[in-house]
């Protein structure tokens, strides 16, 4: 007779509809190539900001060009369908909003300098109106990174000091849908509570992990140093304000959705006297967030973060036949980087780019 031996128990498992990243650079040059197979693998829409350089995504023309830059790495790739964003700067004109909606989902608006390539944002929003006006009548979405550009206040208390600005832009354009981007305090979440339902926001992954702490060496897992890929703007908050996005991502409100602002940048860009800001977060976000979820106890609630608030917010069909994605309770080590080669002299050496979390243990693995 032969032996009867028990199967070991299935890991728990997360199968769920491809979900959508509202928020995501895929840069381009050399760090396209490492960054975008990380979003197309695993998401559906990904809405792809225009900061780009040397040369920014300022038209429709831009955007058009570079989707299919984009897009010839992955021509068998039918699940992956990046959404164009054009920046909205000082020079951008209404007649450059009308007719685009066929090729450009939304605008995003920098205030000038608040972070990496945003010299060419915007100071005076009031100038902007009348191409506002030109976005709420194409149905564009105005894509706001909340912060104010003004030096004498303090990093911590910007986001707070641009929610009147978001107020003001949100009462004014009642038809216009505004997202304020990758929000990171408790001040920012009961403002987009309060405003009319024309006005969402993105929640990233690395603001529901980490605070101000664990990027400026204060707290225990920090091990008292300063950790570059874990700083980008808007810089994490307190405690209470991680806290509080946790409670805002797992609460079901559609007003919430997921924006990873995974934000890429060479290595020798982090790790030098001058950090530049953006944390790498597409190989651990989905993992970031299972585990999160798991802790809020709001794992049935991670389908709607995922992949329905943000295709509601903005007018997008769901894709019944696009492939699932599945997440098993396993643990695994992040990567310590993802490199490459270019072929090309003006690259000396091979890119490197380290990824947010690399190195450390997650409990859920995308398969
Ligand atoms: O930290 C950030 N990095 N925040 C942004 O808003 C832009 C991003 C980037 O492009 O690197
Ligand atoms: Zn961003």
């Given at each position: 007779?032969?032996?009867?031996?028990?199967?070991?128990?299935?890991?728990?498992?997360?199968?769920?509809?491809?979900?959508?990243?509202?928020?995501?650079?895929?840069?381009?040059?050399?760090?396209?190539?490492?960054?975008?197979?990380?979003?197309?693998?695993?998401?559906?829409?990904?809405l792809?900001?225009?900061?780009?350089?040397?040369?920014?995504?300022?038209?429709?023309?831009?955007?058009?060009?570079?989707?299919?830059?984009?897009?010839?790495?992955?021509p068998?790739?039918?699940?992956?369908?990046?959404?164009?964003?054009?920046?909205?700067?000082?020079?951008?004109?209404?007649?450059?909003?009308?007719?685009?909606?066929?090729?450009v989902?939304?605008?995003?608006?920098?205030?000038e300098?608040?972070?990496?390539?945003?010299?060419?944002?915007?100071?005076?929003?009031?100038?902007?109106?009348p191409?506002?006006?030109?976005?709420?009548?194409?149905?564009?979405?105005?894509?706001?990174?909340?912060?104010?550009?003004?030096?004498?206040i303090?990093?911590?208390?910007?986001?707070?000091?641009?929610?009147?600005?978001?107020?003001?832009?949100?009462?004014?354009?009642?038809?216009?849908?505004?997202?304020?981007?990758?929000?990171?305090?408790?001040?920012?979440?009961?403002?987009?509570?309060?405003?009319?339902?024309?006005?969402?926001?993105?929640?990233?992954?690395h603001?529901?992990?980490?605070?101000?702490?664990?990027?400026?060496?204060?707290?225990?897992?920090?091990?008292?140093?300063?950790?570059?890929?874990?700083?980008?703007?808007?810089?994490?908050?307190?405690?209470?304000?991680?806290?509080?996005?946790?409670?805002?991502?797992?609460?079901?409100?559609?007003?919430?959705?997921?924006?990873?602002?995974?934000?890429?940048?060479?290595?020798?860009?982090?790790?030098?006297?001058?950090?530049?800001?953006?944390?790498?977060?597409?190989?651990?976000?989905?993992?970031?967030?299972?585990?999160?979820?798991?802790?809020?106890?709001?794992?049935?609630?991670?389908?709607?973060?995922?992949?329905?608030?943000?295709?509601?917010?903005?007018?997008?069909?769901?894709?019944?036949?696009?492939?699932?994605?599945?997440?098993?309770?396993?643990s695994?080590?992040?990567?310590?980087s993802?490199?490459?080669?270019?072929?090309?002299?003006?690259?000396?050496?091979?890119?490197l780019?380290?990824?947010?979390?690399?190195?450390?243990?997650l409990?859920?693995?995308?398969?």
């Open positions: 007779i032969p032996a009867i031996r028990e199967r070991p128990p299935m890991p728990p498992t997360l199968i769920l509809p491809r979900p959508d990243d509202f928020h995501v650079h895929l840069r381009n040059g050399m760090v396209r190539f490492l960054a975008t197979p990380f979003t197309a693998e695993h998401f559906g829409y990904a792809v900001m225009p900061n780009t350089r040397p040369c920014p995504i300022l038209t429709a023309e831009d955007a058009m060009n570079y989707r299919r830059d984009l897009m010839q790495y992955f068998e790739n039918k699940d992956f369908h990046p959404l164009m964003s054009i920046q909205i700067t000082d020079k951008t004109t209404p007649d450059m909003i009308t007719g685009t909606k066929a090729i989902t939304a605008g995003k608006l920098y205030p300098g608040v972070t990496t390539n945003s010299d060419n944002g915007v100071r005076d929003f009031k100038r902007l109106y191409v506002f006006e030109a976005m709420q009548k194409e149905g564009l979405v105005l894509c706001l990174h909340g912060e104010s550009p003004d030096h004498n303090s990093g911590l208390n910007r986001e707070a000091a641009f929610l009147p600005q978001l107020r003001e832009i949100a009462i004014k354009f009642p038809g216009l849908q505004i997202v304020l981007e990758h929000i990171t305090t408790h001040d920012a979440i009961r403002e987009v509570e309060s405003l009319p339902n024309n006005v969402a926001a993105t929640i990233t992954a603001h529901l992990w980490i605070t101000i702490d664990d990027i400026i060496g204060y707290s225990q897992r920090s091990q008292g140093k300063l950790r570059p890929h874990n700083f980008c703007k808007p810089i994490a908050k307190h405690e209470f304000d991680r806290q509080a996005l946790c409670h805002a991502a797992t609460s079901g409100n559609p007003k919430f959705f997921f924006g990873s602002d995974s934000a890429p940048h060479p290595v020798d860009d982090k790790e030098c006297s001058r950090v530049c800001a953006g944390c790498f977060t597409s190989p651990v976000a989905l993992s970031i967030l299972a585990e999160v979820f798991e802790r809020m106890n709001a794992l049935h609630l991670l389908e709607d973060f995922l992949s329905v608030h943000g295709k509601n917010f903005y007018g997008l069909p769901p894709r019944m036949n696009a492939k699932k994605i599945t997440l098993i309770k396993e695994w080590v992040v990567n310590g993802t490199s490459a080669d270019w072929p090309n002299a003006d690259y000396r050496r091979p890119i780019i380290i990824p947010f979390l690399a190195g450390e243990t409990t859920w693995r995308v398969t």
